[in-house]
């Protein structure tokens, strides 16, 4: 892979081009780097690639998008859908948690980080004022997992539950333990993320 200054000049001479020769925005955006972050996120779960490459992917995406972004139609902003993510209350791991998200906006979804530390009413808190149809939830320890099931709970007190789909992963997470939670999805790493958040929000 290539070192991260040169990825970001690269990838802004290949995008000045393309605009230059009349490509539109959208065009660039779906065809381009939306189709090229899915292919960065396989790799990085067939273990081809590592970080270190998917987080200099992700930065210069991140920064030809932003200038890609005034020239974008409305119809085109419109993203898969709003994602509200963070590592649960009690854990502070948060280098997954932003690989997850990187992997997410780049495959356009708007995703909202609320950091670590995050409690249940502040998950509540976050999918209501961003009306989000998921949440993305880490944890790496096995003393915070339990936290993810504090935040079901406290989602269905809110009576949010029946309108925002659940997704969880990190390292000592699994399916299993999903299901016995009650969220509706798990993901065993970034790469896959992606595509568990599509099914579940019902995204092509
Ligand atoms: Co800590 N730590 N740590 N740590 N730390 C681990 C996790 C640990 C396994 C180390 C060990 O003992 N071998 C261990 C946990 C044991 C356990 O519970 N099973 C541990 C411990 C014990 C602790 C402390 C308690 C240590 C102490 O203070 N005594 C403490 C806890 C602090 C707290 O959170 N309250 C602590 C602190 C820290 C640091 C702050 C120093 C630092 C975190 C810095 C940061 O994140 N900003 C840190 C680190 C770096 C690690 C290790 C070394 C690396 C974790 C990491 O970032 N991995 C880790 C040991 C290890 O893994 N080798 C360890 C890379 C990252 C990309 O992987 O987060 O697994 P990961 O994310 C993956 C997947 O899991 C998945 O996708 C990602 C990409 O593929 N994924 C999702 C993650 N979230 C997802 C969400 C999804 C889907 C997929 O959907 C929503």
Same mark, same amino acid.
């Given at each position: 892979? #290539? ?17 230059? !020769? ?5 065009? *660039?955006?779906?065809?381009?780097? *939306? ?14 690639? =590592?970080?270190?490459?998917? #987080? *200099? ?21 419109? !993203? ?21 998200? =990187?992997?997410?906006? /780049? ?43 504090? *935040?079901? !709970? ?7 539950? !029946?309108?925002?789909? @659940?997704?969880?992963? /990190?390292?000592? @997470?699994?399916?299993? =333990? ?27």
């Amino acid at each position: 892979m #290539l070192a991260r200054a040169e990825a970001m000049t690269q990838t802004e001479e290949i995008v000045n081009k393309a605009m230059s !020769d009349g490509v539109p925005a959208e065009e *660039i955006l779906n065809n381009g780097f *939306i189709a090229a972050m899915a292919i960065i996120g396989d790799k990085f779960s067939e273990g081809e690639i =590592y970080i270190p490459d998917v #987080l *200099i992917a992700a930065r210069a995406m991140q920064a030809s998008v932003d200038k890609l972004r005034p020239h974008l139609s409305d119809e085109a902003r419109i !993203d898969r859908g709003t994602v509200v993510i963070g590592t649960v209350k009690g854990d502070l791991h948060d280098i997954g948690k932003n690989l997850v998200k =990187y992997m997410l906006q /780049g495959s356009g979804f708007n995703v909202v980080d609320l950091g670590n530390d995050v409690s249940a009413e502040q998950f509540a808190e976050g999918v209501r004022a961003n009306d989000a149809g998921l949440i993305a939830m880490s944890a790496l320890l096995t003393t915070t997992m339990g936290s993810m099931k504090d *935040i079901v !709970d406290g989602l269905e007190e809110a009576g949010l539950r !029946d309108s925002v789909k @659940v997704m969880i992963g /990190g390292a000592p @997470v699994t399916q299993e =333990y999903a299901d016995r939670i009650n969220a509706d999805g798990y993901a065993r790493d970034a790469g896959s993320a992606v595509h568990t958040a599509m099914e579940l929000l019902g995204v092509e």
